[in-house]
């Protein structure tokens, strides 16, 4: 899809659809005598992700308008447009639209709007349907232009910003949409290293071999009941000029697809773990923005990427690793693998020198017991770095909630034959996963992201496709980049 920031006059503007917001309880003076009838009736009321598609309105050159309810005034924010944006053009590619125009008008026209409008229009294009071997005709909308009063360096900049988010977004979902016997740990280092590719970010896969050298124990563990070899990957972007001596660490859990191992899931639903992969997905995506937009922040991406199958050589409940720390690890249930390679990533990234950590990972069913698909669960070690992190999620309008990270949780983990066992007790089963995580974190400040519920969307939204959402990759990008 082609788009582009321009300030067109809108009555005169020739296009498919002109898209034009509409508050709640506000009647727009330029369409209350076309559409006297319809305010009337109620039919446009203004709600948010209200739409109502018009086909040669007075007063307009545009084929069709389409009057986007914005909801109230006071409560729209960037992360409303964002939706709006991303539903008006999922709304308008179902009517064969092929070009429309994007008014943000007066004050609306800031550059977080225009970023959110961008991201928007960019990721509502996307169709989880890369598989298909005929695309339904017509689901695409070609051209979209946003269009502001004035384009000055400010709007220009926040556009192209938020263009390269919305972009990341939907690499990080094609990645993690293709199916486990597609995406292995293997190809999900090569999609990684096409990413890298002339963008600048040093690129590194560690084989079997390597982390064997270096002692990844806890990690190889997991990978060896399947034939499928692991990956690890590391991506890093290094400023030109840095602001300090902050290095952000981004880890994500790239498990291609988990059975559970020898702790083996039920069958059914058991396709859904294809998606254990997202928060992976999520780093590479986000190190692809970071790439492009050149904070002034050191950022090492990390995906340990590994299948977890009950393969002849698996690991058994019982077994004891040695992770890359030195911490010996009980495995109790080998179904709780992505806290075994992420203990061995967050250990490596600390190695390389990362001053702050976060990892996102499908970590927990708990999790999603607790928060529903709503929020994802945020544990924070460190107070300075979780401000940092809520202001980024909430101008991403990712949705998070803190969760509690204390030493009670910590007391299930014990066990006599190693340092540490990797499950806790029946309850709370996402808070003895961070404390498990918390272990190899240690001192440096620290934020793990529990995205089992918030990672995948089972029935599609007016503003989201159906499966992969990308969360949390725009906060990655915005941690990075508001540092
Ligand atoms: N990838 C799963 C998390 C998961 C489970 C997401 C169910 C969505 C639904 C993770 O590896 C896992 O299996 N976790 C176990 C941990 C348990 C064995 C302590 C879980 O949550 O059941
Ligand atoms: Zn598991
Ligand atoms: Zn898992």
Same mark, same amino acid.
């Given at each position: 899809?082609?788009?582009?920031?321009?300030?067109?006059?809108?009555?005169?503007?020739?296009?498919?659809?002109?898209?034009?917001?509409?508050?709640?309880?506000?009647?727009?003076?330029?369409?209350?005598?076309?559409?006297?009838?319809?305010?009337?009736?109620?039919?446009?009321?203004?709600?948010?992700?209200?739409?109502?598609?018009?086909?040669?309105?007075?007063?307009?050159?545009?084929?069709?308008?389409? &009057? /986007? @309810? $914005?909801?109230? +005034?006071?409560? !729209?924010?960037?992360?409303?447009?964002?939706?709006? %944006?991303? #539903?008006? =053009?999922?709304?308008?590619?179902?009517?064969?639209?092929?070009?429309?125009?994007?008014?943000?008008?007066?004050?609306?026209?800031?550059?977080?709007?225009?970023?959110?409008?961008?991201?928007?229009? &960019? /990721? @509502? $294009?996307?169709? +989880?349907?890369? !598989?298909?071997?005929?695309?339904?005709?017509?689901? %695409?909308? #070609?051209? =979209?232009?946003?269009?502001?009063?004035?384009?000055?360096?400010?709007?220009?900049?926040?556009?192209?910003?938020?263009?390269?988010?919305?972009?990341?977004?939907?690499?990080?979902?094609?990645?993690? &949409?293709?199916?486990?016997?597609?995406?292995?740990?293997?190809?999900?280092?090569?999609?990684?290293?096409?990413?890298?590719?002339?963008?600048?970010?040093?690129?590194?896969?560690?084989?079997?071999?390597?982390?064997?050298?270096?002692?990844?124990?806890?990690?190889?563990?997991?990978?060896?009941?399947?034939?499928?070899?692991?990956?690890?990957?590391?991506?890093?972007?290094?400023?030109?000029?840095?602001?300090?001596?902050?290095?952000?660490?981004?880890?994500?859990?790239?498990?291609?697809?988990?059975?559970?191992?020898?702790?083996?899931?039920?069958?059914?639903?058991?396709?859904?773990?294809?998606?254990?992969?997202?928060?992976?997905?999520?780093?590479?995506?986000?190190?692809?923005?970071?790439?492009?937009?050149?904070?002034?922040?050191?950022?090492?991406?990390?995906?340990?990427?590994?299948?977890?199958?009950?393969?002849?050589?698996?690991?058994?409940?019982?077994?004891?690793?040695?992770?890359?720390?030195?911490?010996?690890?009980?495995?109790?249930?080998?179904?709780?693998?992505?806290?075994?390679?992420?203990?061995?990533?967050?250990?490596?990234?600390?190695?390389?020198?990362?001053?702050?950590?976060?990892?996102?990972?499908?970590?927990?069913?708990?999790?999603?017991?607790?928060?529903?698909?709503?929020?994802?669960?945020?544990?924070?070690?460190?107070?300075?770095?979780?401000?940092?992190?809520?202001?980024?999620?909430?101008?991403?309008?990712?949705?998070?909630?803190?969760?509690?990270?204390?030493?009670?949780?910590?007391?299930?983990?014990?066990?006599?034959?190693?340092?540490?066992?990797?499950?806790?007790?029946?309850?709370?089963?996402?808070?003895?996963?961070?404390?498990?995580?918390?272990?190899?974190?240690?001192?440096?400040?620290?934020?793990?992201?529990?995205?089992?519920?918030?990672?995948?969307?089972?029935?599609?939204?007016?503003?989201?496709?159906?499966?992969?959402?990308?969360?949390?990759?725009?906060?990655?990008?915005?941690?990075?980049?508001?540092?």
């Amino acid at each position: 899809m082609e788009l582009t920031l321009g300030s067109p006059q809108l009555a005169g503007v020739e296009t498919d659809a002109l898209i034009l917001l509409e508050a709640e309880g506000e009647k727009r003076a330029d369409l209350e005598k076309p559409l006297a009838g319809l305010y009337e009736s109620g039919e446009i009321s203004g709600k948010l992700l209200e739409f109502t598609l018009l086909h040669g309105v007075e007063g307009f050159r545009a084929r069709r308008v389409l &009057v /986007a @309810g $914005s909801g109230k +005034p006071e409560k !729209l924010d960037a992360a409303g447009l964002r939706k709006i %944006a991303s #539903a008006a =053009v999922r709304f308008l590619k179902g009517k064969g639209v092929k070009s429309a125009v994007f008014a943000l008008e007066g004050g609306a026209a800031t550059a977080a709007n225009v970023a959110a409008v961008a991201t928007g229009v &960019v /990721a @509502g $294009s996307w169709e +989880p349907d890369r !598989l298909k071997s005929k695309k339904e005709p017509g689901k %695409a909308v #070609a051209s =979209v232009e946003i269009a502001v009063s004035a384009a000055g360096d400010g709007l220009e900049k926040a556009f192209g910003r938020g263009k390269v988010i919305g972009e990341a977004l939907n690499l990080s979902r094609d990645i993690s &949409v293709e199916p486990p016997n597609i995406l292995t740990p293997t190809a999900m280092a090569e999609r990684a290293r096409e990413m890298a590719k002339g963008t600048g970010l040093s690129f590194e896969v560690l084989d079997r071999d390597r982390m064997r050298q270096l002692g990844m124990g806890a990690l190889l563990g997991v990978a060896q009941g399947s034939a499928e070899p692991p990956a690890f990957i590391v991506m890093q972007y290094k400023p030109e000029k840095a602001t300090g001596a902050a290095h952000l660490g981004l880890i994500g859990k790239g498990v291609t697809f988990d059975t559970g191992g020898i702790s083996i899931k039920p069958s059914e639903g058991m396709e859904k773990m294809k998606y254990d992969m997202c928060g992976g997905a999520a780093v590479i995506g986000a190190m692809q923005a970071i790439a492009r937009l050149k904070p002034g922040i050191a950022v090492t991406g990390i995906v340990p990427a590994v299948e977890n199958m009950p393969g002849g050589k698996a690991q058994r409940p019982g077994d004891i690793v040695t992770s890359l720390s030195g911490k010996t690890i009980e495995i109790l249930n080998t179904d709780a693998e992505g806290r075994l390679i992420l203990a061995d990533a967050i250990t490596y990234a600390i190695q390389l020198g990362c001053t702050h950590l976060v990892d996102a990972a499908t970590l927990t069913g708990a999790i999603a017991v607790a928060l529903g698909h709503t929020s994802s669960g945020v544990f924070a070690s460190d107070e300075a770095l979780l401000e940092r992190w809520m202001s980024a999620a909430k101008d991403a309008g990712e949705k998070m909630w803190r969760m509690p990270l204390d030493d009670e949780y910590r007391d299930q983990l014990k066990t006599v034959y190693a340092d540490i066992q990797n499950i806790g007790g029946r309850w709370g089963g996402a808070c003895s996963a961070a404390m498990f995580l918390k272990e190899f974190a240690g001192e440096t400040p620290w934020i793990h992201l529990d995205v089992a519920g918030t990672a995948w969307l089972d029935d599609e939204k007016p503003f989201l496709a159906k499966g992969p959402t990308g969360i949390p990759l725009g906060s990655f990008v915005n941690l990075a980049m508001g540092w």
